[in-house]
């Protein structure tokens, strides 16, 4: 059985806590606290690895309580969450409280999930890294070959086979380009949706390439403000600002000798983007405070979900940065064009699913599984994971019904969407062939909602069974 992560959420307000747990709870085993004190308990008693916590509570606020976490459980990633103009006290528990991640309400719910991930991500990394870095410092051959061997399976874990598709995927013509130019120190540009699939391939490229056994980071542009970005990337001196009681190593100089993965590269403000391209043009980073620069030799993969070349036209992107990054461009198709690959990444996905709930099935019924490629998935796989998660979650079969599909996915089912709304809004042809196509998608979708129990669905359809039999004949739908 795998753990999922654990997340603490610190929060005096109740709605709040909720709203929070709701988001999360799909993907993370989450813990609540109204205070201080309760969260306190629960970090005694609890393995977490993320704290979210609310900057406003009574008697203590959350950077006093992060810095008091710092102390006491150092590997805890701490990320805050507040609605106020407090930037200064913010800014000062980045150091001083080791603050991670600096979040404003209001929050967007897949932004929140994307840091949280993110965290999660880091928390298991530093452990990864601490057991690496004591095991090299021994002379033992054999722990020296376990290190090595660590590295191995996370290069097989992230090859290019993990982004999952069939064997005549339109992706597959993607991951062959990527593997072949993964090899050679050029900047990258990943574009498409989100929930494609950008931050795996941009894995599978440093796993692919001669930096693969050195550092991987990642981090959110569009997550936080230019100061904050510029100390995560450059990080910053001692007394650079209020609240910067120590220096601060920025990611670009972690990921010396390997790859800087920068997500929502456009979402950066014109003033940021120049100091982004003077690293990717000097190969030098100068940390907030400091009059020295450093050089450092990093790879730059970005990734957007907007047309960067629009947005330069529109002047909200600098023209020299976008070639900087783009030596190369890869475009991750969207799920609803390639629905060749929703049968095995659904596959996949419900194989994750099991392991994380440790809920056995034996998969899904052909009606489910004809719902889910008919579907167009505007959230891509992330929306497809959370529905296989649901799906699993409600079942009480050996087999994933369409009956547990959210409604969204049932009314798409058998016949494409937009094509059956035209037939009945556009006005032409006779009202008996409009009126007959709107009772046939019905039909279906009560069908699939029933698994095919023909008493339900008459029951509910109001229609006797021979009624219901005469419909089904006239539609080619008896099964």
């Not at 061997?149 to 874990?157: D, G, I, S, T």
């Not at 990921?255 to 003077?278: C, H, M, N, W, Y």
């Not at 064009?337 to 440790?358: G, K, Y």
């Not at 798409?412 to 009126?435: H, N, V």
Request: charged letters at 30%; a negative charge; aromatic letters at 6%.
């Amino acid at each position: 059985m795998t753990t999922l992560p654990a997340v603490l959420i610190v929060d005096d307000e109740i709605r709040s806590q909720e709203s929070l747990r709701r988001t999360l709870e799909e993907e993370f085993e989450v813990f609540t606290a109204s205070g201080a004190g309760d969260a306190a308990t629960i970090l005694e008693q609890e393995f977490i690895h993320v704290i979210l916590c609310d900057q406003r509570m009574p008697g203590v606020s959350g950077v006093e309580f992060l810095k008091t976490v710092r102390e006491q459980w150092p590997d805890i990633v701490r990320i805050i969450i507040s609605g106020y103009t407090e930037t200064e006290d913010i800014i000062a528990g980045i150091n001083n409280a080791g603050i991670y991640q600096y979040i404003t309400k209001p929050w967007r719910p897949e932004s929140l999930l994307l840091n949280v991930r993110a965290a999660a991500q880091l928390f298991r990394l530093q452990q990864e890294n601490q057991q690496a870095s004591l095991e090299m410092r021994t002379s033992e051959p054999a722990l020296r070959k376990r290190v090595q061997a660590k590295r191995e399976k996370l290069r097989n874990f992230y090859d290019f086979v993990r982004l999952v598709r069939a064997a005549d995927s339109p992706l597959n013509r993607v991951c062959e380009t990527a593997r072949r130019i993964a090899p050679y120190d050029i900047s990258i540009l990943i574009s498409g949706e989100s929930g494609t699939g950008k931050e795996l391939l941009a894995h599978a490229i440093h796993y692919g390439s001669s930096r693969a056994d050195k550092t991987f980071v990642i981090e959110n542009c569009g997550a936080l403000a230019d100061t904050l970005l510029e100390s995560e990337l450059f990080g910053h001196k001692r007394g650079a600002f209020t609240g910067a009681y120590e220096n601060r190593v920025g990611l670009f100089e972690q990921a010396d000798g390997g790859t800087i993965f920068l997500d929502e590269v456009s979402e950066t403000t014109p003033a940021f983007q120049v100091k982004l391209l003077r690293v990717l043009q000097e190969g030098e980073i100068r940390p907030l405070g400091s009059s020295r620069t450093r050089s450092v030799d990093v790879r730059v993969i970005a990734a957007t979900n907007r047309d960067l070349e629009e947005e330069v036209r529109k002047g909200r992107f600098r023209e020299d940065l976008y070639y900087r990054l783009t030596t190369f461009t890869l475009h991750m198709l969207p799920l609803r064009n390639r629905p060749v690959d929703i049968a095995p990444l659904s596959a996949h996905l419900l194989e994750e699913a099991m392991t994380a709930l440790d809920k056995r099935c034996q998969g899904f019924t052909p009606e489910a599984l004809e719902a889910l490629q008919t579907y167009h998935w505007p959230g891509n796989v992330r929306e497809l994971r959370n529905e296989i998660v649901r799906m699993l979650a409600l079942s009480d079969h050996p087999e994933l019904g369409a009956e547990l599909l959210s409604s969204r996915v049932l009314q798409a089912a058998g016949e494409d969407q937009q094509e059956a709304l035209a037939i009945l809004s556009t006005g032409e042809g006779p009202l008996k062939e409009r009126m007959e196509e709107l009772e046939k998608r019905l039909l279906k979708e009560t069908l699939l909602r029933h698994r095919w129990n023909k008493s339900a669905v008459a029951r509910e359809l109001g229609l006797s069974r021979v009624g219901l039999r005469g419909k089904l004949v006239r539609y080619g739908m008896e099964k």
